[in-house]
């Protein structure tokens, strides 16, 4: 199985801040990346989808970048709604995997 | 709009079954892979299953390998979990989910807000 390592497991910022997480997988996946963002009690949602690509109606200040087998995703001049968990996720291989998750909080 | 709804988590004791069920609707449902990923409360996510746009193609975890089913009916607009042979860590929400594209492509672009399924004597 891919494993995905995913850092920081937590940050603390302020409202205007620019964040970046990390997602390094255990072997090749290409740019078969997904980044999802969860609020408490909520589902997850699809952010950025083959490393880069954003989802519809996801603003503009999310971005994801792939250097080689790690991955990124930023996310500029953070909002009040930013204040979440973000997971990763590769879609190469079965089984699809998932990093730990990163909880992005107020400072 | 897309909507998943799924239904059919209870509490069941170990080596119990139980039918998920998830009703999908907004979107033309046979031009989509469908999966389940499940995650304990406060923890990480897990996938379970995927199933292709006609239900010709299933995957399964190694975890619920030989215990858990995916199924599909298109005329129904809805997705299915068969668990069987329940265990204390299949314990967790289980989030209807679909796939970008007519394969089980395992970008998984909406989700359903989960159903709780509690394995426990």
């Known amino acids: ?107 | 709009e897309v909507q998943l709804v799924e239904s059919g988590g209870s509490l069941v004791r170990p080596g119990g079954s139980l039918r998920l069920s998830c009703a999908a609707s907004g979107f033309t449902f046979d031009d989509y892979g469908m999966s389940w990923v499940r995650q304990v409360p406060g923890k990480g996510l897990e996938w379970v299953s995927s199933v292709n746009w006609n239900g010709g193609s299933t995957r399964h975890a190694d975890s619920v390998k030989g215990r858990f089913t995916i199924s599909r009916d298109n005329a129904k607009n809805s997705v299915y979990l068969q668990m069987n042979s329940l265990r204390a860590e299949d314990t967790a929400f289980y989030h209807c989910t679909r796939d970008r594209g007519i394969a089980a492509t395992g970008v998984f672009d909406f989700w359903g807000q989960g159903t709780l399924v509690t394995v426990s004597a």
């Open chain 1, 1 to 107: 199985d891919i494993q995905m390592t995913q850092s920081p497991s937590s940050l603390s910022a302020s409202v205007g801040d620019t964040v970046t997480i990390t997602c390094r997988a255990s072997q090749t996946i290409a740019s078969f990346l997904n980044w999802y963002l969860q609020k408490p009690g909520k589902a997850p949602k699809l952010l950025i989808y083959a490393a880069s690509t954003l989802q519809s109606g996801v603003p503009s200040r999310f971005s994801g970048s792939r250097f080689g087998t790690d991955f990124t995703l930023t996310i500029s001049s953070l909002q009040p709604e930013d204040f979440a968990t973000y997971f990763c996720q590769q879609s190469y291989s079965i089984p699809r995997t998932f990093g730990g998750g990163t909880k992005v909080e107020i400072k």
